[in-house]
């Protein structure tokens, strides 16, 4: 509508009915000649209405935010930052150039004022009466489309710009309230991954505990995570996966120390099915899985989690299929952790000495009960805890000795 004939019918009409009104009223002019006027102007209201309405609820809808983001904006622009990166954002947050340049809180003022004017619409029967005889929704609406032409692409660089500082102060907000959060070391060439009292960031932290994690070699590397059943080898993949995403992202890691190179990060954990999307787990399973093997083939290096590889299928299967997958992001240069109950994996890190190390978590039963201490110590499990727990769930287990052995403790 903006700029053109329609724009300047729909700032001249008014203007016409009501000088046939006065002429009316005078007797310069016949009394339906101003009735005449307003029926057609009532057309070209009630013509473009759906238009007017689909805006107004639309901007309606989302007032909160635009309230929101101006209250946001005020801050950073009055913000006195003294990083060159934070004033280089700030410099961004401008929309025009030279004299004309203005603070996109200015025009974010400027749209809740007119989001203002549109609510209007609700008021019925004044609002009915009132846009018939001014156009006053076509009015609104040219001033939005007005305000969108002044805009334009300058908004959405300052709201780049703007979120880049949101990131960057949640990020240190992290560093300033965790007690435990330092800086991690971040190098060029490829070197081992390192972390000193390494914790899962989401935990508080009187209840996190830590744990030195440190692969074996820098490229083509692995640690393979056996442990009982709770005992915590979920939560070091995730740990480890945060913390990771938190160094690359230029944040700060919960850990004493954290050294690693540029990587690419994939993970394989939590898996769902599907009903709606004819998914079974095991093909839902596959599809992360493929990410996570076709990302060994690309730039940066892959840094892999894998949590129970293959427990959608039989045990001969999952060891099978389980034990190519990590051949082949060996052979890849990938390097990362695979948490399982699989004890025959553990025989990689005879294969492939100083390449793959095991690892594991335990307990112990102490007085009755079942005690983690979720440290994480070298070698494979020794124990396992599963028929334990059935027990304590109240499910009687009786072992048939002559059930072929497992691969290492059952239900490790």
């Excluded at 025009?96 to 200015?106: K, L, V």
């Excluded at 959405?156 to 907000?173: C, M, P, R, V």
């Excluded at 028929?387 to 072992?399: D, S």
Aim: aromatic share 6%; glycine share 8%; charged share 20%.
């Amino acid at each position: 509508v903006l700029g053109s004939p329609l724009a300047i019918l729909i700032h001249v009409s008014p203007l016409v009915v009501l000088g046939l009104w006065i002429a009316g009223g005078i007797g310069a002019l016949p009394g339906w000649a101003w009735l005449a006027a307003l029926g057609a102007q009532s057309l070209l209201a009630l013509g473009l209405a759906s238009r007017a309405v689909d805006a107004f609820q639309l901007i309606a809808a989302r007032r909160g935010y635009v309230e929101a983001f101006q209250s946001m904006l005020v801050q950073v622009e009055r913000a006195r930052f003294e990083s060159p990166l934070l004033r280089r954002l700030q410099e961004r947050l401008s929309i025009g150039e030279g004299e004309r340049a203005r603070p996109p809180s200015a025009y974010m003022a400027r749209l809740d004022r007119w989001a203002g004017f549109a609510e209007f619409h609700t008021q019925f029967p004044i609002h009915f009466v009132v846009n018939l005889a001014t156009l006053y929704d076509l009015h609104v609406l040219l001033r939005l489309e007005r305000w969108n032409a002044d805009v334009g692409q300058g908004l959405d660089d300052a709201f780049t710009a703007l979120g880049e500082l949101e990131a960057l102060a949640s990020l240190a907000t992290l560093l300033h309230g965790d007690p435990d959060a330092r800086l991690p070391e971040l190098v060029a060439e490829p070197v081992p991954f390192e972390a000193e009292a390494l914790a899962h960031p989401l935990l508080a932290p009187g209840e996190r505990v830590a744990n030195d994690v440190r692969m074996p070699a820098a490229e083509g590397a692995a640690l393979i995570v056996t442990g009982s059943n709770m005992a915590g080898k979920s939560t070091l993949l995730r740990a480890v996966g945060l913390n990771v995403a938190l160094a690359l992202a230029g944040g700060p890691v919960v850990a004493k120390r954290l050294r690693l190179a540029r990587v690419r990060l994939r993970a394989s954990m939590r898996v769902d099915d599907s009903l709606q999307q004819g998914a079974s787990y095991f093909h839902a399973e596959l599809t992360k899985l493929r990410s996570v093997v076709e990302g060994a083939d690309e730039a940066p290096p892959l840094f892999f989690l894998l949590d129970e590889l293959l427990r959608g299928t039989n045990a001969r299967a999952r060891h099978v299929g389980a034990r190519a997958i990590l051949e082949h992001l060996l052979a890849r240069r990938a390097c990362g952790l695979a948490a399982t109950h699989d004890i025959a994996l553990a025989k990689l890190a005879d294969e492939h000495p100083g390449r793959v190390e095991n690892v594991h978590f335990t307990d112990v039963m102490r007085d009755g009960e079942m005690i983690f201490d979720y440290r994480l110590q070298p070698g494979v499990v020794k124990t396992s805890n599963a028929l334990r727990l059935l027990e304590m769930a109240g499910i009687e287990v009786e072992v048939d000795d002559a059930l072929p052995a497992l691969d290492g403790p059952p239900g490790a």
